[in-house]
């Protein structure tokens, strides 16, 4: 069974940065491509970026230059590190594993989610 | 970017019934569609994928079809469990995107 558990949220003032974490258990971590998803409050979900299973990445237009996403396949994990932070990034960020055949990917397993507050 | 449009936006219905759930896409998507399932405070599950393939373990109560711009969800006969809001969303093109949601509750 698939198994995907974030670390990392908390209260941010505008700004600032937070890192969060994403273990992976239950998959070939280091074949699959992996993503972050996001939900604002009330809101729908979002795709933040993504990682492929061979370090490329790319990046959802309000958080290109900001964000990075990085994993550590040693230690099947995955990062997502969020710089000047906005009060508009506040938001549930879900870890998730992209899958599909052919152009980019569905989401097939997500994690419970880590929530993120920027807040004066 | 593709824009995906849901309707409707919430749709009352009492257990037993069928719901039929819309998702259009603003330009082709080919088959590459996928469905969520989202209840308050958990994270969305996959439904369907690939515009009519169910995810493993998903009822087969559930059901997807189309192609090109539009596709349709359908739940044969609601069970107490299905009231959640359900996203579209499309893997054709760069960025991804998510429908807004249809939310289906408890007439």
């Known amino acids: 069974e698939v198994q995907l558990v974030e670390s990392g949220g908390g209260l941010v003032k505008p700004g600032g940065s937070v890192r969060l974490s994403c273990s992976a258990s239950?998959?070939?971590?280091?074949?699959?491509?992996m993503s972050w998803v996001r939900q604002a409050p009330g809101e729908g979900l979002e795709n933040v970026g993504h990682?492929?299973?061979?370090?490329?990445?790319d990046y959802a237009a309000p958080v290109k230059g900001r964000f990075t996403i990085s994993r550590d396949d040693s230690k099947d994990m995955l990062y997502l590190q969020m710089s000047s932070l906005k009060i508009e990034d506040t938001a549930v960020y879900y870890c998730?594993?992209?899958?599909?055949?052919?152009?980019?990917?569905?989401?097939?397993?997500w994690g419970q989610g880590t929530v993120v507050t920027v807040s004066p | 970017e593709i824009v995906l449009t849901q309707s409707p936006a919430t749709l009352s219905l009492s257990p037993g019934e069928r719901a039929t759930l819309s998702c259009r896409a603003s330009?082709?998507?080919?088959?590459?569609l996928a469905w969520y399932q989202q209840k308050p405070g958990q994270a969305p599950r996959l439904l369907i994928y690939?515009?009519?393939n169910r995810a493993t373990g998903i009822p087969a109560r559930f059901s997807g079809s189309g192609s090109g711009t539009d596709f349709t969800l359908t739940i044969s006969s609601l069970e107490t469990e299905d009231f959640a809001v359900y996203y579209c969303?499309?893997?054709?093109?760069?960025?991804?995107?998510f429908g807004p949601g249809t939310k289906v509750d408890i007439k």
């Open positions: 330009q082709s998507v080919s088959s590459y």
């Open positions: 998730t594993r992209g899958s599909g055949r052919g152009p980019l990917y569905h989401f097939d397993s």
């Open positions: 690939d515009a009519s």
């Open positions: 990682i492929t299973n061979k370090g490329a990445t």
């Open positions: 239950g998959l070939s971590f280091s074949h699959d491509w």
């Open positions: 969303q499309q893997r054709s093109n760069w960025p991804l995107t």
